[in-house]
């Protein structure tokens, strides 16, 4: 037979291994099986094989599952691998599965089914982050934390405005996972090499058996396109970096005693018995350097890529594979470790006001007031320059300042109460309202925006 010929021709030499993707395969093992079933049943469904050959030869895809990926006889890939032990179950009439198919779109497909599975998992661990997040906004609406800008103090606000920050933004992970999602969702198969096939197939119906929303119609496009696969390997590594900020914010605030990890999060030291590092959110911040190269990868491996099938494609796969997955566990550590933290209410109130951070609403005060902001802005800075604690300012600096360049005492033109309330971080978040601000009455919308989505999601 002429297969079995070209075969022995193909199989030896130093090149085997390197052209095998056998190995890497057993991600698709179970995807290549249903595969097969419903392109075999597709083919006794249009009369192209006969019954009994299809039904010997879904026993034999049945019995090879069983037996598993390590199982398999040599080849160089999985659907090589499983096509040979079809025939060594069934005989020469197994060789019939692989009418009107070729491994190009059959790769296609088995990528597709096996990644939309795990898109979502990935697309479950942004959810459950959603909450851990939501839960803490719950906790902590009234939590006064200092708020940085240059890593510098700015303005205090609080744990829920923080919280709600990631949560809107892994929101906007979800989203793109879910988009990248409908475009996996097409079926390649029956495209064959690329260029169609003589036989009567039935594409949409082995799309509705494989489940898929409908089929990627082009043949060539079929077989060759990978831009779902760039397409998701980039939502997952925009999703990692959200993370990585989110990480890095919490290695700060531990830094500082505002968060306290749980141990389970925590790492120690082999020297230092003090320790306890927050090794987990380090690993966390990583991961995005791993998604950003695998997406620098599969971009620079497809880029310049001909029509149609180049074995190029079997080394993209495996970026995705190891984006995804590091992507999810990330994405589990980060939620687990923001549900289990403790956060020191009395650390962050104690630093909310550090650095003047109550500078703006002093100014925007005297600006509601009637003085221009800007010169608003100077008398604040003035009264911060001029004072004994360089830097920041009290009522009688402030008073001062007006004097110097009002030529008026400050009472004149704004109730020193009010002044005294804008010094007060706690009072300083309470007048910042405006929607999506830390105030609690402009979080309580934020969080039930956020449970909202969350249950549509
Ligand atoms: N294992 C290959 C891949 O992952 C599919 C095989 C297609 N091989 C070929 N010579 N056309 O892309």
């Given at each position: 037979e002429s297969g079995v010929v070209r075969r022995d021709r193909f199989s030896?030499?130093?090149?085997?291994?390197?052209?095998?993707?056998?190995?890497?395969?057993?991600?698709?093992?179970?995807?290549?099986?249903?595969?097969?079933?419903?392109?075999?049943?597709?083919?006794?469904?249009?009369?192209?094989?006969?019954e009994e050959t299809a039904g010997s030869i879904l026993t034999a895809l049945d019995a090879i599952e069983v037996a598993g990926h390590d199982s398999l006889p040599d080849g160089e890939d999985v659907h090589e691998a499983i096509e040979t032990a079809v025939i060594e179950r069934v005989g020469a009439d197994g060789g019939k599965m692989h009418t009107a198919r070729s491994r190009n779109d059959e790769v296609a497909t088995c990528i597709r089914y096996r990644l939309r599975e795990d898109v979502l998992d990935a697309i479950e661990t942004t959810l459950a982050l959603r909450g851990s997040l939501l839960d803490v906004a719950d906790t902590h609406a009234e939590t006064i934390m200092p708020g940085y800008t240059h890593l510098q103090p700015a303005q205090p606000t609080t744990v829920a405005h923080w919280a709600l920050s990631y949560e809107g933004a892994v929101r906007r992970d979800t989203e793109r996972l879910l988009e990248a999602y409908a475009r996996i969702n097409e079926s390649p198969l029956g495209g064959a090499a690329f260029a169609g096939t003589t036989f009567d197939i039935d594409r949409e119906f082995t799309a509705s058996l494989l489940g898929f929303d409908g089929v990627v119609v082009n043949s060539m496009d079929a077989a060759s396109s990978r831009d779902f696969l760039l397409e998701t390997t980039q939502a997952l590594s925009t999703h990692a970096t959200t993370l990585s900020g989110l990480a890095e914010d919490l290695i700060i605030f531990a830094n500082r005693g505002f968060v306290s990890l749980a141990d389970d999060y925590s790492s120690t030291s082999s020297i230092m018995p003090q320790k306890k590092n927050p090794d987990t959110l380090e690993l966390v911040r990583a991961v995005a350097g791993d998604a950003a190269g695998n997406v620098q990868g599969l971009t620079t491996t497809l880029k310049g890529l001909p029509r149609a099938y180049n074995r190029d494609l079997q080394r993209a796969t495996t970026h995705a594979w190891e984006t995804v997955d590091a992507a999810v566990e990330a994405s589990e550590i980060a939620a687990g470790a923001i549900a289990t933290a403790e956060w020191n209410a009395d650390a962050l109130a104690a630093e909310a006001g550090a650095g003047f951070s109550t500078a703006t609403g002093v100014a925007d005060l005297l600006a509601a007031n009637g003085l221009p902001f800007r010169t608003a802005h100077e008398l604040v800075a003035t009264a911060a320059e001029n004072s004994a604690e360089h830097g920041s300012a009290d009522y009688d600096a402030l008073d001062a300042a007006a004097e110097d360049i009002l030529g008026e005492p400050l009472e004149s033109h704004v109730d020193p109460d009010a002044v005294v309330d804008a010094l007060d971080p706690a009072e300083s978040v309470a007048s910042r309202n405006s929607q999506g601000g830390p105030a609690p009455e402009a979080t309580t919308p934020q969080l039930e925006s956020g449970h909202d989505a969350l249950g549509a999601d």
């Open positions: 030896g030499g130093p090149a085997r291994s390197f052209l095998s993707s056998l190995a890497a395969d057993e991600r698709i093992f179970e995807a290549d099986l249903e595969v097969d079933r419903a392109h075999t049943l597709m083919l006794a469904e249009q009369g192209i094989i006969d």
